[in-house]
């Protein structure tokens, strides 16, 4: 939901706030709530959006202080799912339409999103619509929105 603004209503962004945990994910949590906040669909004042705030907001400058050391094992994770999913497609008794999804998914992280589109078209059955809505996202991303 985040990656593409889909929240809905307050129970969206509870939902979120709650699986994603303002001690791990403080920087999300913390912009969750802000953009619930500034959309009109939760108030910032209630105890439960009140105390992951802050703890969230404890809690973003030590996780900035360490963020230079991981963005590049990130970005190296990335081009290594991209990597291992092109393998696994020519694994016997592979689920092809898993794989190609979750391809097509790492590419859109990794940003190749010419290359994502492709993969997502070339998705069958029952993830096709699932597929075809990633291959939006791709292009949307590509036309930088």
Request: glycine fraction near 8%; charged fraction near 25%.
């Amino acid at each position: 939901m985040a990656r593409t603004n889909s929240w809905a209503e307050e129970r969206d962004y509870g939902e979120f706030v709650q699986a994603a945990d303002a001690r791990r994910n403080p920087a999300e949590v913390k912009a969750v709530i802000e953009a619930g906040v500034a959309a009109g669909k939760l108030d910032a004042s209630k105890t439960f959006y009140a105390e992951a705030l802050k703890t969230a907001t404890s809690r973003i400058g030590p996780d900035k202080a360490s963020l230079p050391g991981f963005e590049k094992d990130a970005r190296a994770a990335n081009a290594t799912a991209v990597d291992l999913y092109k393998i696994a497609l020519n694994k016997p008794g592979v689920d092809k339409p898993v794989v190609l999804t979750r391809l097509g998914i790492a590419q859109t992280d990794a940003g190749d999103y010419a290359g994502a589109q492709a993969t997502f078209a070339q998705v069958e059955g029952p993830r096709k619509p699932m597929a075809e809505l990633w291959s939006l996202y791709a292009a949307q991303k590509a036309a930088g929105k």
